[in-house]
């Protein structure tokens, strides 16, 4: 059987194509979502897939709903930490609640989750943790101090979480995406799109599939000598 894996926000976006693609490659594949329920109801009728409703910015619920998952799939040894979301402002217009959410929502879930499943994975010496981080926790984005704050601070995490997972074969990485067509990116206005397009030198948005293809060469058996790193997947917009 192949192994468990555990994909937050996996019901739409990038994170519902890492879920297809997981499947599709024989992993047994749990789907987290939160807010949009009418999403993961077609999402597990479409894939098959199980979608799991939790917030993983909250500590308690992260710790039911791994035990749930646990208990119907069995241990979790993949972890995609994919959920996100923006709150966007200047610093100058931003309240604390804009902050709080994304640094929460962005970054305290990856520390809910690795938390949570870290034991489990020292004691079966596997894990593949793969935290999903952005072009602008690398280059800084104007209007996003919450949100290029808790990207960097993935990229961070990433780095020091594969200093201690190495001698248990607990690989950690981030992947950096340039700006990939979901609905995340639909939501910023035509014309700034259209000149950031004209700053990605293969002249294209990302797609999904791109971001889900570095998931699945992260998270192989046999890339276990690959930890600590981040994968930029941006079309050459931002080369770090
Ligand atoms: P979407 O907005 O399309 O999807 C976000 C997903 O995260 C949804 O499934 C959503 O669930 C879930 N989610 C949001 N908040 C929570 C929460 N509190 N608890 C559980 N799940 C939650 O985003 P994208 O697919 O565009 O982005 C995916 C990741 O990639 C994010 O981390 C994003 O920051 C990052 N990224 C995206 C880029 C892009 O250009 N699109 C560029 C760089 C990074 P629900 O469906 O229930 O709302």
């Given at each position: 059987?192949?192994?468990v894996a555990?994909?937050?926000?996996g ?7 890492i879920?297809e ?30 979608a799991?409703r ?5 500590y308690a ?10 208990q ?19 610093l ?12 929460h ?5 990856c ?6 499943m ?48 190495a ?23 035509p ?20 971001i889900?293809?570095?998931v ?9 000598f690959i ?14």
């Amino acid at each position: 059987m192949g192994r468990v894996a555990l994909v937050t926000g996996g019901t739409r976006g990038i994170g519902r194509c890492i879920s297809e693609t997981l499947k599709a490659n024989g992993y047994r594949v749990a789907a987290n979502y939160f807010g949009n329920v009418e999403a993961a109801r077609q999402f597990t009728e479409e894939t098959g897939i199980p979608a799991y409703r939790w917030d993983v910015s909250n500590y308690a619920e992260c710790e039911t709903s791994v035990q749930k998952i646990t208990q119907d799939l069995g241990p979790i040894e993949i972890l995609v930490n994919n959920a996100g979301i923006t709150r966007d402002a200047t610093l100058h217009r931003m309240s604390y609640q804009m902050w709080e959410e994304v640094i929460h929502t962005n970054l305290t879930s990856c520390f809910n989750l690795a938390r949570l499943m870290i034991e489990s994975m020292r004691e079966r010496g596997f894990g593949r943790i793969v935290n999903i981080g952005s072009i602008n926790g690398q280059a800084g984005q104007y209007g996003q101090v919450n949100y290029a704050a808790a990207k960097s601070g993935i990229h961070g995490f990433t780095k020091a979480l594969a200093q201690e997972g190495a001698a248990k074969n607990i690989t950690v990485n981030a992947i950096a995406p340039g700006y990939v067509d979901t609905e995340m990116v639909r939501a910023v206005p035509p014309a700034v799109l259209e000149k950031i397009i004209a700053k990605i030198p293969v002249g294209r948005l990302g797609r999904a599939d791109d971001i889900a293809r570095g998931v699945m060469f992260l998270i192989a058996d046999n890339a276990d000598f690959i930890t600590g790193s981040t994968m930029s997947i941006n079309g050459g917009q931002h080369m770090y």
